[in-house]
């Protein structure tokens, strides 16, 4: 049974509620996965590399360590269920970074276009 069949018996909105706290865990999960994975490999998402811009490791501007990804992936969760406001922190930060970069001590930058 795949997650889009656990919803075709959802009639109203409060059995899609009930099946979404069913694969919350998952959920959760499958972001941090994605977050730690591609930071670690690549020091950025698909979503930073479309923008030109990448997450390195505060002291070695190299790709930060696997530990280091997977503190930041799990605070922004943290800063996401606080209403991004680990998000808007960086707005206001002096070097620009985001509760989830402090916590794991990286930087995003912009990619050198040459």
Not at 58 to 66: K, Q, R, S, Y
Not at 89 to 101: E, L, V
């Amino acid at each position: 049974m795949g997650f889009s069949s656990a919803f075709d018996g959802s009639t109203n909105p409060a059995q899609v509620i009930v099946v979404i706290n069913q694969i919350i865990l998952f959920i959760l999960l499958l972001k941090v996965a994605y977050h730690t994975i591609f930071v670690y490999l690549y020091g950025a998402t698909v979503g930073k590399l479309a923008l030109k811009i990448r997450v390195v490791d505060e002291g070695l501007l190299d790709n930060p360590t696997i530990l280091n990804s997977l503190i930041r992936a799990g605070m922004r969760l943290v800063s996401e269920g606080m209403f991004y406001v680990g998000f808007l922190w960086g707005a206001f930060s002096k070097t620009r970074q985001t509760w989830h970069d402090m916590s794991a001590k990286t930087l995003v930058i912009t990619i050198d276009q040459k």
